[in-house]
Structures are given as C-alpha cells and as structure tokens.
C-alpha cells in the first residue's frame, strides 16, 4: 500500500465520525464516500474501500439467515495480521454480499465505539429493524445505489423488459435490493 494513504482514509473515517448521522442524513455520508473514491464508476468498489480502511475481507460457510459479521479484536489480528475483519456468507449472492459488507460498514462508521479495543456484530436478514439496523441498511442502499445515479439507470432502463436484471447488473446488488431501493425512492 502506499505510504499514508491509510492516513487519509483514516482522516475520511473521523470526518464522517463527527459528521450527524441520523437517517435523514445518511445519503450526504454516502457521498462523501463515493466523492472520496478515485473512479467514478459503477458498481461502487465495496471490497476496495474495506481493503483501504485496513479491513480484511472474507467468506465463510454460515448459517442460512447470517448473512455476515464484522469482528475487530486482537485475536484476529495474531491470526490474520490485522485488527478489522468483515465476513460473509458464501452461500449468498455476490449481490448481497456486497450490500452485506456496506451494511456492516455502517456499524463501523457509526455503532463501533472506538475506545473500546473489541467490536463484534452480526447481520441477520431475520434482524429486528431497530434504528441501529434501519440506519445500516439505509447506508448499504445508498451507497451502492446512490439516489441520483439509481433515478438516471431506472429511467433509461423503465421500458425494458430486462429492467431489474440491467439494474441488478449494474449496481451489483440483489433483486430485492433493487426492488427495495424502488419503493424507497417512490419511483414504482
Ligand atoms: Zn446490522
């Protein structure tokens, strides 16, 4: 890696810390996340911005509704050489283990106390929507399917027949995403 860069993302990382970061506000810590990112293209590069926030990222055979987990604590750093690990399910879709790992960076950014040395959470699809979890998907959604960019592909693609499956393409995410993020922004 580049010599500071990791200092940079971690600059990014305070700044969103201070940043509020209620519902309503999400889509503005989206952004500057995306606005970070050297490409401008889509799909959004998920695993990349773990990879540059010192993440390591992983897949593991888990249990049907666990569709992954985000564990920070010593032991895995003396076992894989860093401190930060996201996991998911390899039994899910490529789609939904991308929206997996967004969701879990959320808890990161905002649900991990970081003057604690251990942080440990788990994303069940069967998860009860409390705040916390409400927030965490919101953040997914928007980051890998950012309002203005999902409004301009739905458009372009409304008279297709492959409507769902272009978008699904496009932004790497599942159908039910998609089919969530369509009623989210009121365009069905
Ligand atoms: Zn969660």
């Given at each position: 890696m580049r010599k500071g860069s990791s200092k940079m993302d971690q600059k990014l990382v305070e700044e969103i810390r201070k940043m509020p970061n209620d519902v309503d506000n999400i889509s503005k810590i989206t952004e500057k996340i995306i606005n970070d990112l050297k490409s401008k293209r889509y799909p959004i590069p998920i695993v990349s911005i773990m990879k540059k926030l010192d993440f390591i990222v992983g897949k593991q055979k888990l249990e049907d509704d666990l569709s992954g987990y985000i564990v920070i604590n010593d032991e895995i750093e003396k076992k894989f050489g860093k401190k930060k690990m996201i996991c998911v399910n390899s039994n899910d879709s490529w789609g939904h283990q991308r929206f997996t790992i967004a969701h879990e960076l959320a808890h990161y950014l905002?649900?991990?106390?970081?003057?604690?040395p251990e942080f440990y959470n788990t994303y069940r699809t069967?998860?009860?929507?409390?705040d916390i979890e409400i927030r965490a998907n919101k953040f997914a959604a928007n980051l890998l399917m950012p309002e203005k960019e999902f409004e301009q592909q739905y458009n372009k693609y409304y008279?297709?027949?492959?409507l769902y499956a272009k978008l699904e393409e496009y932004f790497q995410v599942s159908r039910r995403a998609i089919d969530r993020r369509i009623i989210e922004l009121g365009l069905n």
């Open positions: 905002f649900d991990y106390n970081t003057k604690k069967t998860d009860v929507n409390n008279n297709d027949i492959d």
